[in-house]
């Protein structure tokens, strides 16, 4: 049974198999046996790269196995198509473009095995993009909110200096009439004399302009922060709300730019063998010598050929006979007296008919 089913994945014909040495049989066993694993190994490849792209097991299993049936079709009709011939020349220039297609298969296979095999290395090359992204996520969203922030602190500053400079001043006018009563600056009279008190008033004027300044410039400050405030909140809220999709840059097309980082070698090493594995049967076949199965496939094509050609040719030369025959016939026919004298009287008819015609309608003209 399992004989038989090897022998379809192979492509054999299994009735001229079934008449072959069991030497032979167990050949194109080898062969299908090939074929048939190359197909699971494309199956699991593919439903792991599918499964990182629709990350369900179902889906992915379903298109895995399509793929898989895919490729098992493919390497069955290579296989089957490669004919031996007497030259081993003409053997590998039929199966060059069948060559070709096998690499193209063995890297579709080998790619998603390959991030499956390098997972733990992959992660962290993708860990170090988030971490790269994420940081430069924080500062261009900080650019859109730096340029406000930057402006209400210098306008909470311009506030405090505001406040500043009256201070300023208001102690300075304190100095002045404290110095007026010691009598050590203005009049330079000892106590509490009318200068003294315009000074003292100056400054308590000052005074309630600086109180009041405080609270007014103070309540500002107080609304400057908060806008700040929920200026920073509004920036941690967007980063926040971007890094889920910071989080999710790890699909398909992520995780081959990470493979591609990683020091070629060991991705090579691993195309290299399903390289191996999918021209495997190819590669059997070209080096195998011209067995009984072959000679007797040959045969069978030779016997369709040689049948078919004398058909055409039969064909061929009944067209040539019937066409000669033809010829002879109407050769024969036009030395015929009474033939030539019939048709004569039929023309010298058709003519006066056509002359009574054309004078009955001149006539009816006039």
Known sequence: MLLRFFIFCSGADADILATCSKGERNKYAGIGATVFFTAVMA???????????????????FFGFIW?????????????????????KSELLQAAPRILLAVIIAVVISKPLEMKIFEKEIDQVLLEEKNAMTL????????????TVEALEQDIQALKDEVAKKEAET??????????????????????????????????????????????????????ENQIAALGQDYEKAVID????????????????????????????????????????????????????DYKFEEGESVVATWV???????????????????????????????YRYKKEKAEELLRLQADAFHNVQVKGL
């Open 136 to 147: 430069a996520n924080k500062e261009q969203l900080a650019l859109q909110y730096t340029p």
């Open 68 to 88: 898989g049936l895919l490729i098992f079709n493919l390497d069955r009709y290579i296989v089957s198509t490669i004919k031996k011939r007497d030259s081993f």
């Open 43 to 61: 199956f699991i490849a593919s439903g792991y790269a599918l499964y990182t792209v629709f990350d369900t097991i179902y889906t992915s299993i």
């Open 309 to 339: 050609t004398q058909k055409v040719e039969q064909r061929k030369l009944l067209l040539a006979t019937d066409g000669a025959l033809n010829d002879q016939i109407y050769a024969d026919i036009k030395a015929e007296e009474a033939l």
């Open 242 to 293: 971007s890094q889920p999709i910071i989080e999710g840059f790890d699909g398909l097309m992520a995780r081959v730019n990470a493979l591609g980082k990683l020091p070629w070698f060991p991705s090579f090493f691993i195309f290299l063998l399903f390289l191996a594995i999918e021209t495997a049967p190819i590669i059997a076949k070209l080096l195998a010598p011209k067995g009984e199965y």
């Open 171 to 224: 102690n300075a006018l304190y100095d002045t009439y404290i110095s007026e009563a010691e009598g050590t600056a203005g009049t330079g009279l000892l106590g509490k004399g009318p200068v003294y008190k315009e000074k003292r008033e100056k400054h308590d004027a000052y005074l309630a302009e600086l109180n009041a300044l405080k609270a007014t410039n103070g309540e500002k400050i107080i609304a400057l």
